[in-house]
């Protein structure tokens, strides 16, 4: 099933689904294959680009880019933009052996409890 056929796709199949892409990805670039600290820099280094385009995208949202910027502009982009961040962050998190969904529920619980349920 891919991403676009269920909108309410659990987590841990989105991240099943991320690990798919990131084994995919290897084959393409075998030489990530063995080296696992060169997947984690070229992680690191795509989720800073991402997060480049993505604050580019929040600055035409609010107005503040130069007028030739709009062009032709796809006022979707930053919802692509947020995608990709997501998903690069995601693809990080694995590359550094971190229990990606478990890091993202217990964040959002202590969250909760510090805003919501303390009010």
């Known amino acids: 099933m891919l991403c676009t056929e269920r909108v309410n796709m659990k987590l841990d199949e989105l991240i ?3 690990a798919e892409i990131e084994e995919a ?26 997060v480049g385009e993505l604050m580019e995208e929040v600055l035409l949202k609010l107005g503040l880019q130069r007028p030739e910027k709009y062009e032709g502009h ?17 693809l990080l998190g694995l590359a550094l052996g971190i229990d990606v969904k478990q890091a993202i529920v217990a964040r959002v619980e202590e969250m909760h409890q510090k805003y919501v349920k303390t009010r």
């Open 16 to 18: 099943s689904q991320l």
């Open 25 to 50: 990805l290897k084959k393409i670039h075998p030489d990530l294959e063995s080296d696992n600290e060169k997947v984690i820099l070229a992680r690191s280094t795509k989720l800073n680009e991402e």
């Open 74 to 90: 796809d006022k979707s982009n930053i919802e692509k933009e947020l995608g990709d961040v997501f998903n690069s962050l995601i």
